[in-house]
């Protein structure tokens, strides 16, 4: 099947977010991040100063003013998510205000009752028109495909190019929700990204504050070296209602943003551990850009794309 795995994510995740083990046990969870552009040098596709006459592409990253994160008040008669949902709802504006961002994404996904490997790809994203560039890093079957997606535009399709034979299929249009573009996904691209992620945990958490079995606890954590705080969701009883028995959202500190999210169901055995469903993480986010359409545009110089 053509490009099987090429387009990845979303969130709820969009409780879309990932990775690195919390604290500095990241490596033995999930191994290094591979090798190369991810030390320290770019990426293809990131960002980088342009020659004279070619693409203008962002060269810089302005940081953004950001509220400090307060999760301390809380009514005694109130669902104890509500101090969660009020993070969200102030979490949502201030995210909304981004012009755009980059970030590794790492994702692992259980398709079908199958746990998947992890997947590295280096994205940039857009609010406005939503858009979306991925470079995947790895694995090895997928390092350097890329895609591109913009609302609104090439006929509401992705665009995306495979490597090794598949290259030979140059740039092909897809449907983000098709079979092909689904494959080995449980999102499909449109929903790919930090707003997307917090606008899902708004509407789960609106629909869970209505009913009862709901324990939430908020602690400290660091994905890398990024201090967090976590905010975990225990549903401890299976109901029709409720998609998960544990959640953690991972809220970056300086940022107010969260930048890792993971999903577990209930254990398949009685007594034994939740089954990972979901884990999403940005890393080495950088806000405000500066993107262009540039970055977006399959003709971009820096990329590889062809045939289109």
């Not at 694995?139 to 995306?160: F, H, M, S, T, W």
């Not at 089954?275 to 003709?299: C, H, I, M, P, S």
Request: aromatic content about 10%; hydrophobic content about 35%.
């Amino acid at each position: 099947m053509i490009l099987c795995r090429l387009v990845c994510h979303g969130a709820l995740t969009a409780l879309a977010a990932g990775v690195f083990l919390v604290s500095a046990t990241v490596a033995q969870q999930f191994g290094a991040p591979p090798s190369g552009p991810a030390a320290g040098g770019a990426y293809p596709g990131q960002s980088q100063p342009a020659p004279a006459g070619s693409y203008r592409l962002a060269e810089r990253s302005i940081p953004a003013a950001i509220p400090p994160i307060d999760f301390s008040q809380h009514s005694p008669n109130e669902h104890p998510l509500m101090p969660a949902l009020r993070w969200a709802y102030g979490g949502k504006v201030t995210i909304e205000q981004l012009q755009d961002y980059s970030a590794t994404l790492v994702k692992r996904e259980r398709i079908n009752g199958t746990l998947g490997d992890y997947q590295y790809m280096f994205v940039k994203i857009r609010h406005n028109p939503f858009s979306v560039y991925l470079h995947f890093l790895a694995p090895n079957d997928l390092k350097g495909q890329e895609v591109i997606y913009i609302r609104g535009r090439n006929d509401g399709k992705l665009l995306a190019h495979g490597t090794g034979f598949q290259k030979m299929f140059g740039t092909v249009s897809l449907d983000p929700t098709g079979m092909i573009a689904m494959q080995g996904n449980r999102y499909p691209i449109t929903e790919i990204g930090i707003l997307n992620l917090v606008t899902k945990l708004i509407e789960i958490g609106e629909k869970d504050v209505q009913y009862g079995e709901c324990e939430v606890k908020f602690f400290e954590a660091k994905i890398e070296d990024r201090p967090c705080t976590c905010i975990q969701v225990l549903h401890p009883i299976p109901r029709r209602n409720f998609l998960f028995n544990v959640a953690r959202i991972y809220v970056d500190q300086q940022l107010n943003m969260p930048i890792r999210y993971e999903a577990y169901d209930w254990p398949a055995k009685p007594g034994g551990p939740p089954q990972l469903t979901e884990e999403y993480t940005y890393l080495n986010l950088k806000l405000n850009n500066g993107f262009t359409d540039a970055d977006f545009d399959v003709r971009n110089p820096n990329y590889q794309f062809g045939g289109k």
